[in-house]
């Protein structure tokens, strides 16, 4: 076997981010909110960065339309949102003799779009009607005043049809405040070419205990680690904290970020590392990195733990990867456990700012547009996102075999995780729960071996302290 040399981030490295917590959660509690719209900026302008020049875009209005013109401004973060949307506003206009639905779509930078969100929405000026808010920051906004239109009338509409885990996050005391772009099903990414080398049959690891005795397979026959673990970003252990029954906040709305559960998860990935040697820290310190990319491709890696959106990845950045890779459930903690949970997302909102005579046609759009039968096949179509409506996955778009993964029907294999889907919930500290998890217990746990429960315990405590 090879022995590679990890690259350790330096903590310094990491200052500016820890500052950009802290900077957010002054504006949340309203201290600088005043200060940063005498000045028409936003957090990026207080951190001396210049977020990317914003991109607009605009739909063409079909004069012969017979319905009520209504113009609604989305501000978004990714250009594929807005192209969806924009696209589904015409499937709507074709449909729809009530409203002629014109979407006038801007689109920024992940920081700098939701930093101005934050100060129009508190100041009270230049918010949007429409805007997608990604789960992390989402909690951020349902603080306090909530300027967000309760949408649980349009979700009601579907909801029968719905996977009901998807809705929670973006639920405040029962009530819907945004709704997603897909499922986000974690799945375990095998790259098979590396097992069948190790011996490994991949349809025989059913427990995590499986797991690792075939990582230490991997370990002994091949030059390749099992798999890898993020050290500056909470994705790595997120996903294992939720499928045990943990996570950040749960259904009650209480802070559990050090739960027995969260430890448990945690400890089990910091044995990987440190007990077993079947786990490191990737090249970047995160499995968006050129460098793992580049790493993965070239069978240095079994496997790794991500949502179904990562399959995106596999296409477009790691080319020799074609019909290796295989997609199977998460490794059970025990028997009849969860397989599986939910991983990222983006929750579409309508703000309080709207004109109130174009809160009817918004809304219903807003359901044509994520929620009906053919939407939801669209999510898989045009953006390669898992639908989050059970009955799309008997359509014939998404039973299609995969050849790059492994010529298998994933959305098919996906859908049979459903029964078996731990819940997400967020709360109002959800996204400085994140960054503790990014920012400190990760890189803790798996870059200075701390132990998992008081690392998890510190990142509890001052995420309580916020609010004291």
Same mark, same amino acid.
């Given at each position: 076997m090879t022995t590679r040399a990890r690259t350790r981030l330096p903590r310094s490295s990491r200052h500016r981010r820890r500052l950009k917590l802290l900077l957010l959660s002054i504006i949340a509690a309203g201290a600088t909110v005043l200060a940063a719209c005498d000045s028409g900026g936003s957090v990026s302008d207080l951190e001396g960065e210049e977020g990317e020049e914003n991109e607009?875009?605009?739909?063409? %209005?079909?004069?012969?339309?017979?319905?009520?013109?209504?113009?609604?401004?989305?501000?978004?973060?990714?250009?594929?949102?807005a192209d969806f949307m924009m696209e589904r506003a015409e499937e709507f206009n074709a449909e729809n003799s009530d409203y002629n639905i014109v979407i006038n779509a801007s689109v920024a930078d992940y920081e700098d779009m939701h930093d101005r969100l934050l100060v129009a929405l508190q100041s009270g000026a230049g918010a949007p009607d429409v805007v997608d808010i990604e789960i992390g920051r989402f909690g951020t906004y349902l603080r306090g005043d909530v300027q967000l239109h309760p949408l649980t009338d349009v979700v009601d509409a579907h909801?029968?049809?719905? =996977?009901? *885990?998807?809705?929670?996050? &973006?639920?405040?005391?029962?009530?819907?405040?945004?709704?997603?772009?897909?499922?986000?099903?974690? %799945?375990?990414? &095998?790259?098979?070419?590396?097992?069948?080398?190790?011996?490994?049959?991949?349809?025989?690891? =059913?427990t995590w205990d499986d797991y690792i005795e075939a990582g230490q397979q991997v370990a002994e026959n091949t030059d390749a680690m099992m798999t890898s673990v993020e050290t500056t970003a909470p994705t790595s252990l997120l996903g294992l904290m939720k499928q045990n029954g943990g996570g950040i906040y749960d259904e009650n709305n209480e802070l559990i970020l050090d739960s027995p559960e969260n430890v448990e998860a945690v400890q089990l990935i910091s044995d990987m590392v440190h007990e077993h040697g079947i786990a490191e820290a990737p090249p970047g310190s995160e499995h968006h990195e050129t460098a793992y990319y580049e790493a993965f491709n070239n069978?240095? &890696?079994?496997?790794?733990?991500?949502?179904?959106?990562? $399959?995106?990845?596999?296409?477009?950045?790691?080319?020799?990867?074609?019909?290796?890779?295989?997609?199977?459930?998460?490794?059970?903690?025990?028997?009849?456990?969860?397989?599986s949970t $939910?991983?990222?997302?983006?929750?579409?909102?309508?703000?309080?700012?709207?004109d109130e005579e174009k809160l009817d046609a918004a809304k219903e759009f807003l359901g044509f547009a994520k929620l009906t039968y053919d939407a939801q096949v669209a999510l898989w179509t045009d953006l390669g996102f898992d639908p989050f409506r059970n009955d799309v996955y008997d359509?014939?778009?998404?039973? *299609?075999?995969?050849?790059?993964?492994?010529? *298998?029907?994933v959305m098919t294999n996906l859908q049979e995780m459903f029964d078996r889907l731990a819940p997400e919930y967020t709360g109002p500290r959800y996204p400085e729960a994140i960054i503790q998890l990014a920012e400190n217990v990760a890189y803790e746990v798996i870059e200075e071996n701390a132990d998992p429960q008081q690392s998890l315990e510190r990142g509890a405590d001052q995420v309580r302290s916020v609010d004291e």
């Open positions: 607009e875009q605009a739909m063409e %209005v079909d004069p012969e339309h017979e319905g009520e013109e209504v113009e609604l401004e989305f501000w978004t973060f990714v250009d594929a949102h909801r029968d049809e719905l =996977v009901e *885990e998807r809705t929670a996050p &973006y639920q405040l005391d029962g009530v819907d405040y945004g709704i997603d772009y897909h499922l986000g099903t974690w %799945v375990m990414f &095998y790259n098979n070419a590396v097992l069948e080398e190790a011996g490994v049959d991949v349809d025989e690891i =059913v069978g240095e &890696y079994a496997s790794v733990w991500m949502p179904q959106w990562y $399959m995106i990845r596999f296409t477009e950045f790691m080319p020799d990867t074609e019909g290796d890779m295989l997609v199977r459930p998460m490794p059970e903690f025990e028997p009849g456990g969860f397989i $939910m991983g990222g997302g983006t929750g579409t909102a309508i703000t309080t700012h709207i359509d014939p778009a998404l039973t *299609e075999p995969d050849p790059w993964f492994g010529d *298998e029907p």
